[in-house]
């Protein structure tokens, strides 16, 4: 169904409308609940939450056309609301020892994971959802002349990322430089001032800027090698029932009503706990002064 028909459905109240949104989007949102919270209980609570809220507030959307990215906030905001379950770990396997490209994936999660919160998110709603730029500048709370910036600029972060966790992934051996960086470590980590000297020494030797991946590397690439949650046949039952049993009304009101801070747009206000930073490789970078281009 078209969104605007899904739009209409709701609006009228329509008994079938829930579902129908449900099989238009659940997946996509499940999807970006995980994203944010690495466990799949939680996902789909958030994900029950966000049909419940956009059940109830769809008269506030203005315009039907943005409803994906009006559903894409609303479950922002209802993953701000939970705390992660997980100390960072998700709960579905990076990769598993079976696969050719194990390495490769393990490499892409860990830098995908230590970018700048926002430049992570940003990646993924627009390359692996597929939003607009002015949906995700929705999204993401930003001006759509700053979205073009902060993709530009999350792209060169995961570029650098990637040089960090390649760099690490080598080991000592082959480079005494790139030895004596990665002998600072603590507890085997990357700090924020190991992964600046590492980009630094790259960006002084010969051997290890081989190692560099291009500016033409493929950021949508290194995404599709970081796992992308997929809801269980059942949950879509258990979301149903939320909206018919008469037992959980107060629930869904409650649900409908925490949030009461809507833009002129009719999207929910601001989620907290969403930083909004970006470029922080090239801030470290910066202050270290490297000595080449490459990586400034």
């Not at 705390?83 to 990769?95: C, Q």
Request: one cysteine or more.
């Amino acid at each position: 169904m078209e969104d605007g028909l899904l739009v209409e459905a709701l609006r009228s109240r329509d008994p079938g409308a829930p579902a129908a949104v449900y099989d238009a989007y659940a997946a996509r949102l499940y999807a970006y609940c995980w994203f944010h919270l690495l466990h799949q209980d939680a996902a789909q609570s958030a994900l029950r939450d966000t049909l419940i809220v956009a059940e109830a507030r769809i008269g506030r959307l203005r315009d039907p056309s943005a409803l994906a990215p009006w559903l894409y906030t609303i479950a922002r905001v209802e993953c701000s609301h939970r705390a992660k379950l997980t100390d960072g770990s998700p709960d579905l396997a990076i990769a598993r020892h079976d696969q050719d490209d194990a390495d490769r994936r393990t490499v892409a999660w860990r830098a995908l994971r230590s970018l700048p919160p926002q430049a992570h998110e940003a990646l993924e709603l627009r390359m692996r959802h597929h939003l607009s730029l002015p949906g995700l500048a929705a999204v993401l709370g930003v001006s759509r002349r700053r979205i073009r910036v902060l993709l530009r600029d999350a792209e060169e972060d995961l570029r650098l990322a990637l040089t960090v966790e390649i760099l690490a992934r080598l080991g000592p051996h082959g480079c005494r430089g790139r030895g004596g960086v990665l002998a600072e470590r603590v507890a085997g980590g990357l700090d924020p001032n190991v992964r600046a000297k590492l980009l630094a020494h790259a960006g002084e030797c010969a051997l290890c800027e081989s190692h560099v991946p291009s500016k033409a590397f493929s950021p949508a690439k290194i995404l599709g090698l970081s796992p992308y949650a997929r809801p269980p046949a059942s949950l879509r039952v258990r979301v149903m029932n939320c909206f018919t049993d008469p037992e959980l009304q107060g629930y869904r009101l409650f649900v409908a009503t925490r949030n009461t801070e809507f833009t002129a747009a009719g999207f929910p206000g601001r989620s907290r706990g969403m930083p909004a930073s970006a470029g922080f490789f090239g801030m470290v970078l910066r202050n270290l002064r490297p000595s080449r281009n490459m990586i400034a």
